[in-house]
């Protein structure tokens, strides 16, 4: 039974930071394909990074340069590095194990992801 458990979220003032992690188990963490998505009411669900069991890493637009995505594999866990947050970053965060279906980065659809863990930038 493949299971994701996100922690880290919370509140933070702009320009502050958080770092999530995602523990991942029943599956061989190592091979797989792994992401970051937000979902804040109103909006599309968006992919914010990607790591590829290859160690190749993606970013949306939206984050590239404030955020970093890592993973340990010997732990079973992935990472996102939040700095430099603003208010439009505020969404529920969700790690995944992605499949791939096409050949940009951004092609992928989640086969598990987590419970979520809530981030609020506010002042």
């Known amino acids: 039974q493949v299971q994701l458990v996100e922690s880290g979220g919370g509140l933070v003032q702009p320009g502050g930071s958080l770092r999530l992690s995602c523990v991942v188990s029943?599956?061989?963490?190592?091979?797989?394909?792994m992401g970051w998505y937000r979902q804040a009411p109103g909006k599309q669900r968006e992919l914010v990074a990607r790591?590829?069991?290859?160690?190749?890493?993606n970013y949306a637009d939206s984050v590239k340069g404030r955020f970093t995505s890592s993973r340990d594999n010997a732990n079973n866990t992935m990472y996102l590095q939040m700095n430099s947050l603003k208010p439009e970053d505020t969404a529920v965060y969700y790690c995944?194990?992605?499949?791939?279906?096409?050949?940009?980065?951004?092609?992928?659809?989640?086969?598990?992801w987590g419970q979520g863990t809530q981030v609020t930038v506010s002042s």
């Open positions: 995944a194990v992605l499949r791939r279906y096409g050949s940009s980065w951004s092609a992928v659809v989640p086969d598990y």
């Open positions: 029943g599956t061989i963490f190592s091979i797989n394909d």
């Open positions: 790591i590829r069991s290859d160690g190749i890493i």
